[in-house]
């Protein structure tokens, strides 16, 4: 049951972060100048939901580690559970963390001007951190600090392309508005245009992670390596829709009416085929690869 609750709350965190940072990209680099505060608007309510939940969940994962450290859910709010937690590789990561989470809270209460820069920054150093712990932070040495660097890619990327999605629903609703339709449309030009960087980086990353967690060798009686196949699968069926979108639906926008809504019920999918993908992460996370 506490495995049950630390996992679903990976899930939420890693969602939460790529939620925030790929709308947050969305908005800052990716709208045009006129038309972000009119997606920042449409978008605020995104923001609130990520930020809260990257804080709770944060905070609640520290619990759930010393739980699972300890003797189960009474020693998740042992204070020397968590003070042996905090001295491990995990903990010490944990505690910035929670730290940057508390942080963006702050700055999301606060409403600076540049808000919306400051999320993008606050959520990308907080992605950047996830590739300290877990099987990313398995090697020391220079070779263990390359590999964290490409599983810093690997989630920077994964969280532009996954967290874009939601941003470019909205835009495609109001590309239906006169008013905003030649603006959202080049929000989603510039998505599709450098979101096959992000899609390029995320498998190139991932595979060079998988190479240095398993070898060349893949045990097929693993959990890990399984469960590993079927996060491919799915990686796979969403490239092959962004792809399909990209490059036959799109060009068809003016000539099919039905396109427009074969291309929203397939991002629709692609949203839900990433989910998929993040909760397969966040169980084969917790296990051993081999």
Request: glycine share 6%.
């Amino acid at each position: 049951m506490l495995s049950g609750f630390y996992i679903a709350l990976r899930f939420i965190h890693f969602t939460a972060l790529m939620v925030l940072l790929g709308s947050t990209i969305a908005c800052s680099l990716l709208a045009p100048q006129a038309f972000k505060p009119v997606l920042i608007r449409r978008l605020k309510w995104l923001w609130h939901s990520a930020v809260w939940m990257t804080m709770l969940s944060a905070t609640l994962l520290l619990c759930a580690q010393a739980g699972i450290m300890g003797s189960g859910w009474h020693d998740a709010i042992n204070p020397q559970i968590w003070q042996a937690v905090l001295g491990t590789r995990f903990g010490s990561v944990w505690l910035w963390q929670i730290l940057l989470g508390v942080v963006t809270v702050v700055v999301l209460l606060l409403k600076p001007r540049t808000l919306q820069a400051m999320l993008l920054i606050l959520a990308a150093a907080q992605l950047i951190l996830l590739a300290g712990v877990g099987h990313a932070a398995m090697r020391e040495g220079t070779v263990g600090g390359l590999q964290r660097m490409n599983h810093a890619v690997h989630l920077l990327s994964a969280g532009w392309w996954v967290g874009g999605l939601l941003p470019l629903l909205m835009c495609m609703r109001m590309a239906r508005k006169p008013r905003w339709q030649r603006a959202a449309i080049t929000a989603m030009m510039r998505f599709s245009r450098y979101g096959h960087i992000a899609v390029a980086a995320v498998l190139l990353s991932g595979l060079i992670n998988s190479l240095m967690i398993l070898g060349w060798s893949l045990p097929m009686e693993s959990n890990y390596v399984r469960l590993l196949g079927v996060k491919v699968v799915f990686v796979a069926m969403m490239v092959i829709i962004a792809l399909y979108n990209r490059y036959f639906l799109v060009p068809r926008f003016n000539r099919a009416p039905t396109a427009t809504k074969q291309f929203i019920q397939l991002t629709w999918l692609e949203v839900i085929l990433s989910a998929l993908v993040l909760m397969a992460v966040s169980v084969f996370a917790t296990w051993e690869p081999y």
